[in-house]
């Protein structure tokens, strides 16, 4: 079992940057694959971004790609995701969330996939 706890969330004027840390319980933090979603008002939950346990790779929603980073620090059990060039569509509450058992370097984007998700950080955009 894993316990996740995000962080960094706020209200901010659009095209400013965020960063969101997701904080881990456990020693086996590497053996995750890790990843952040998103769900506003109304939406379904979606995929923002994931990395692979290693960090070698990476995936993204086309609607971050190029403005969002996800990162992990192993030996700090955390994952990151920078957030740049906010806009107000991307108000939302922010998970994040692990898979277990994950494949060395696959960065998993489907929701099903993940096995553990933390309670969420509010991030608001004003434009």
């Known amino acids: 079992q894993v316990q996740l706890v995000e962080s960094g969330g706020g209200l901010v004027q659009a095209g400013v940057s965020l960063r969101l840390s997701c904080a881990t319980s456990?020693?086996?933090?590497?053996?995750?694959?890790m990843g952040w979603f998103r769900q506003a008002p109304g939406k379904e939950r979606e995929f923002v971004a994931a990395?692979?346990?290693?960090?070698?790779?990476?995936v993204y929603a086309d609607s971050v790609k190029g403005r969002f980073t996800i990162s992990r620090v192993n030996a700090r059990n955390t994952v990151y995701l920078q957030m740049n060039s906010l806009k107000p569509e991307d108000t939302a509450v922010y998970y994040c969330?692990?898979?277990?058992?994950?494949?060395?370097?696959?960065?998993?984007?489907?929701?099903?996939?993940?096995?553990?998700w933390g309670q969420g950080t509010q991030v608001t955009v004003s434009s």
């Open positions: 990395i692979s346990r290693t960090g070698v790779n990476t």
């Open positions: 969330a692990a898979v277990s058992m994950a494949q060395p370097t696959t960065a998993y984007f489907r929701v099903i996939e993940y096995d553990y």
């Open positions: 456990g020693r086996t933090f590497s053996t995750y694959a």
